[in-house]
């Protein structure tokens, strides 16, 4: 038996446009479990970056509940969300969302300073981690002047500077070339091979291989979820997931 991390029962998430309510997520139940990397899949306005935003407390439900492990998210207010958040979740976003007068070093340090204390420590930690994303050499640029797959590189370590319980990132590769999203999606790997568990959006099928499970989103419900075995080649998982998504109209 797997541990549950995140679980969302019959959670619902709509948007108004005037007064017309648009439903985006509708009556969803999930389970997310540690040491998964597990891949959201589905057609563009599915709503994928809205249940990555619900799951990660970024945006409040319309009803339902969010559990992370033992907490009940949606009991909690705004204040009591951000503290837990920062602790539980590292968010890695597609157009990376780091702070542009900050250099690499400290907007990875910026996590870090709001929940812990120990300014040494934390400093050799956030160098460490530079290293491993191999930015190290980067520290004191700020993020103008490096390419936008350093950048993810350095939000990656912004995001596991905590030790979250989960990564999530929506799209991380999606303004990166080839080479740059290897290197993003290597990381990704690398960390989950370590313990980290992952939940990562994402349109394309070689990155879509990374995961060990697959769960596809349609009219706002999980329509359904696909598991590979660790030992399966990437060719063997390509071909079972496209055949799959054809299956779906994807
Ligand atoms: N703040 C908002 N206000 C109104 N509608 C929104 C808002 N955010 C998202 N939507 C709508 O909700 C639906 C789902 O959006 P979402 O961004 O979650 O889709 P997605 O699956 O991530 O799409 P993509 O693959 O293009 O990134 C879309 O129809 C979108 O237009
Ligand atoms: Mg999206």
Request: charge should be negative.
């Amino acid at each position: 038996m797997q541990e549950t991390i995140i679980q969302a029962k019959d959670l619902k998430k709509s948007y108004f446009t005037g007064k017309t309510e648009v439903p985006v997520i509708n009556t969803l139940n999930l389970s997310l479990y540690k040491g998964d990397f597990t891949v959201i899949m589905g057609s563009s306005g599915s709503g994928k970056s809205t249940l990555l935003y619900l799951l990660s407390g970024l945006e409040n439900p319309s009803g339902g509940e969010i559990w992370l492990e033992d907490k009940p998210v949606h009991t909690m207010d705004e204040k009591l969300i951000t503290l837990l958040r920062r602790e539980y979740i590292g968010f890695v976003f597609q157009d990376f969302n780091l702070v542009p007068n900050l250099t690499f070093l400290e907007n990875i340090l910026i996590p870090a300073y709001l929940v812990k204390n120990d300014r040494k420590a934390l400093k050799e930690k956030a160098i460490a981690l530079m290293k491993k994303v191999e930015i190290l050499e980067l520290a004191d640029r700020l993020p103008s002047e490096v390419s936008g797959g350093q950048q993810q590189r350095c939000s990656m370590a912004r995001a596991v500077i905590n030790n979250p319980r989960v990564v999530m990132a929506d799209e991380p590769t999606g303004n990166l070339n080839s080479n740059s999203s290897n290197a993003v999606l290597n990381i990704l790997t690398d960390l989950n091979e370590e313990g980290q568990t992952i939940v990562m959006v994402t349109h394309d099928i070689k990155s879509a291989c990374r995961a060990n499970r697959i769960i596809f989103l349609k009219d706002g419900q999980i329509e359904d979820d696909l598991r590979f075995e660790r030992k399966e080649s990437i060719d063997d998982k390509e071909d079972k997931l496209l055949k799959w998504l054809a299956e779906k109209d994807w």
